[in-house]
């Protein structure tokens, strides 16, 4: 015996939605027809003019191939192919600001590498994912970046390591902050306060994460006067250390 069932056309949603949602009437219909498999990409639902060939993969490239590289740390980002998969995740990592691993607020003091995203660079991602995923055309490919050297871990130069609170008793010229045992979660702000009244911001982390844990090289060095006043707030659960000369 045959039979046969119309499939009609889902109608296109008005807000953009996760393709997978479209999923259990989709099957449905294909286990009642007795079809077994569907091509997937027949049935994304694209709602965004952003694609991975133009935009997207310049940022991952940039942000992340450092690490999602073949024979890297992470599983590779580096094609389409690899990344479509992925493309939820990717969504709530960089949303949640989790990836790339960095755990500084982004415009409190200035580091070297700052690994963290840009709004733009957020919306970018989150937006090509909502609106589908597209892969766009292959022409409009950056180069497949060259791999960047690594981030430094050591910084050498005078070390003064406290526990959330300091006063310096001689000038220091800062250079780098190092956090040693601090527990996950935590969130506290680093401040100098000059003799001369003057308050610098030095270093926000948030919701910190031991594996995403980093040595923070200033942008530029900082001139701390002796008797400035270094103070993590809160002050308490931390270890840090000022690297300089
Ligand atoms: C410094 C290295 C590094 C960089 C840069 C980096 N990642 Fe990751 N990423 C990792 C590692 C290591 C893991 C797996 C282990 C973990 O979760 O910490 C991971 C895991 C992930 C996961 C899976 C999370 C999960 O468990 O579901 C996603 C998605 C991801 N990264 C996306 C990104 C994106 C997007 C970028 C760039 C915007 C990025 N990563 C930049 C190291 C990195």
Not at 125 to 137: C, L, N, S, T, Y
Request: with cysteine; aromatic share 8%.
């Amino acid at each position: 015996m045959t039979f046969c069932v119309r499939v009609r056309p889902l109608p296109r949603p008005q807000v953009p939605v996760d393709k997978n949602s479209l999923f259990p009437p989709v099957l449905l219909i294909m286990a009642v027809a007795g079809i077994s498999s569907i091509p997937v990409d027949g049935h994304d639902v694209v709602t965004t003019k952003l694609t991975w060939s133009k935009e997207v993969s310049r940022v991952v490239f940039r942000r992340c191939v450092s690490c999602h590289t073949p024979g890297g740390p992470a599983f590779s980002l580096l094609s389409y192919a690899e990344a479509r998969p992925w493309a939820k995740a990717i969504q709530e990592e960089v949303l949640r600001r989790r990836m790339p691993p960095w755990n500084a607020v982004k415009g409190f003091g200035e580091f070297q590498h700052d690994a963290g995203l840009s709004q733009e660079e957020i919306h970018t991602i989150a937006d090509w994912v909502e609106g589908g995923a597209p892969e766009g055309d292959a022409a409009f490919l950056p180069a497949t970046p060259k791999l960047a050297p690594p981030l430094a871990t050591k910084f050498s130069g005078r070390r003064l390591a406290f526990p959330g609170r300091l006063q310096l008793a001689a000038p220091l010229s800062l250079r780098a902050i190092e956090i040693g045992r601090t527990a996950p979660g935590a969130a506290f702000k680093l401040i100098a306060d000059t003799p001369s009244g003057q308050r610098i911001p030095l270093l926000w982390i948030d919701n910190f994460s031991p594996k995403a844990n980093r040595l923070y090289v200033l942008k530029a060095p900082v001139a701390l006067p002796s008797g400035t006043r270094v103070t993590a707030y809160p002050p308490t659960g931390v270890a840090l250390t000022l690297i300089g000369s």
